[in-house]
């Protein structure tokens, strides 16, 4: 799968710092989940059905019909270090990627990486659309297109009384799961964090870390998406999200940001110019201390406190400092304490340091 | 006592970086503890005889007769600062400084500050000097000559069978206390550092930090002093420190320093290149987090491994950025929040950072 490396050349569209308030939301991601009529869900399934679902959907996804075309990966034949790969750039769960040997799947992934859609993940389809900002009606706006494309020829799983039917119940009706990225640093370094978690569980919404379920907050980085889907149209729980989750939490870290210039000037620029000594100058250096320094560095960026590096590059060393990423840099498998020094050398080399 | 301002422009002999051995003996001092015949000690005098004994020493102290010539400071009419300046030169001890306002005392202090001598301390005179590097027999020389020149004109308390009577049992005999001021931070990263210290208790060493009694071993500096002085001579006192405490101490921390050459070097330059890139971006800085950094740096240097800094602007970091340099530096009194600033600025001028 050598079509794979020239991807650690760049971040995808979704970390290109651009897109609107993207001072705060580093992306927005709205995934549907699908189900081929006439199989069983992908854990009922047999291997038979399981080989057939993939096909029948490759032959769909590759036909060409899908704007910019697509990256078909079958998972299954894919070495580990390329699953990771994809699983760093959040173009496969890590679910999708750790399934065993035998489970027949696949990815197709679209050429600029704004979508990818997952073949017998728990379902057998399911379709994201990742794009950087807040851009979560243009994310929308290429779902649909997406899902109507393959609904001209792929008949999925429907039932009038519940929906769109979904392998777990938290999916059934629309299968919509809305989730935005998040950089809080200010919300964080005050405290009032909790009080933004607090208030997300009380409108079921679920916060994680950086890489989705079960990976900590990391960096000042959040993941806020909805949890069920049942009863509510994809317009409303999209609306939720345009109109009152994310405007504000945007306003209550803007904030916090605000008063860190007031209040707190000295304690914040200590705390940026450090992150930046740390990354240009350390010769060992471990992921969580690579995200919680960028988170650092980009909030310093954002606030106009330095300029010795652009947002983009920030954003692009939070990808490629994952293990999978510089192994496929360097072009060789690595031990943890040798993937430390080289992370560093490639921080320094990216932002201009000896 | 305007004469104090011009000290904070540099540090004293001491920390000049030089003398043999100084990339592991930072300095070595020698103390000697004598008190005027016919006067009680100084714990025991009223106010009157405690008077009488500051001015007998002031007369003798500043005839001119001493090398170099002194400085005689009155403490009792000195600013808490300036008491405060002296303490972090080594120039009087904590507890001399911090004596009631109403206790006449005073410290002569050699003008190149390789010797100081305090009144009314714990005894009627302490001595000392303090030299750079290893040289415990120039200071050994130094200290008997002026022993020598005040024992013309003075009569010290002296019993044939104890030796020289002192406020402190322990100090009865010689009345001689040695110490040498060591950096060990190999032995202290690999570990190894727990050893010497119980090496130490067996030969009736105390191990202490930088700032003598009471203060905590940071930035892995150590001070190593004898703890009694009755029943051995000075010599012998002497001949312990100079042929087997420490050379031996020296061995173990060259030893230690090749170890991490040899095998963690990458370890090694992280803290080294760290310890640069706090000292040079740092907005914000305590004390302790100083003395930690330098000394990583310090390592570095001696190793050879970052050439960006010399020795002896790094040693006169350790004492510029002591509290009460700081405020007579900048000539104001300033609270901590603002020294820490103050602090990361002066250390980003000295070391040519912006």
Redesign the interface.
């Known amino acids: 799968m050598s079509n794979l490396r020239q991807m650690t050349d760049q971040a995808g569209e979704w970390l290109r710092g651009a897109g609107p308030h993207s001072e705060i939301v580093i992306s927005a991601r709205i995934r549907l989940a699908r189900n081929l009529a006439g199989y069983p869900f992908v854990n009922r399934a047999n291997r038979r059905q399981r080989f057939e679902i993939v096909e029948r959907c490759r032959t769909e996804l590759t036909n060409g019909r899908l704007a910019g075309g697509v990256l078909w990966v079958s998972l299954q034949e894919s070495t580990e270090l390329d699953r990771q790969l994809l699983v760093e750039r959040h173009l496969v769960s890590r679910q999708h990627a750790q399934a065993g040997e035998d489970l027949p799947r696949a990815v197709a992934i679209g050429t600029d990486e704004t979508f990818a859609i997952m073949v017998n993940e728990e379902d057998h389809l399911r379709m994201q659309v990742l794009r950087s900002g807040f851009q979560l009606v243009e994310a929308f706006e290429q779902i649909n297109r997406i899902d109507d494309v393959l609904e001209d020829n792929l008949e999925f799983a429907y039932s009038r009384r519940f929906g769109y039917l979904t392998a777990c119940p938290t999916n059934v009706g629309t299968g919509i799961r809305v989730s935005v990225m998040l950089h809080l640093p200010a919300l964080t370094l005050t405290g009032e964090i909790e009080k933004v978690r607090r208030a997300a569980r009380d409108m079921h919404l679920a916060v994680r870390g950086m890489f989705g379920e079960g990976s900590e907050a990391l960096g000042d980085f959040y993941q806020v998406s909805n949890q069920t889907t049942l009863g509510r149209s994809e317009n409303e729980v999209l609306a939720d999200f345009q109109t009152t989750v994310v405007p504000q939490i945007i306003a209550y870290e803007q904030q916090a940001r605000q008063a860190l210039l007031r209040q707190k000037l ?2 914040l ?2 705390k940026v ?2 992150a ?3 990354l ?6 471990g992921t969580d201390e690579v995200l919680s320094m960028l988170s650092h560095l980009r909030l310093g960026v954002n606030l106009g406190r330095i300029d010795t590096v652009d947002i983009r590059r920030i954003n692009e060393l939070f990808l490629l400092t994952q293990p999978a990423h510089l192994q496929k840099i360097t072009g060789r498998e690595m031990d943890s ?1 040798t993937r430390r ?1 080289v992370r ?1 050398q490639l921080i320094r080399q990216r932002l201009g340091a000896r």
Chains 1, 2 share one sequence.
């Open positions: 000295s304690q620029d200590d110019w450090r930046w000594a740390i240009t100058h350390a010769r060992s250096i304490a020094e560093a």
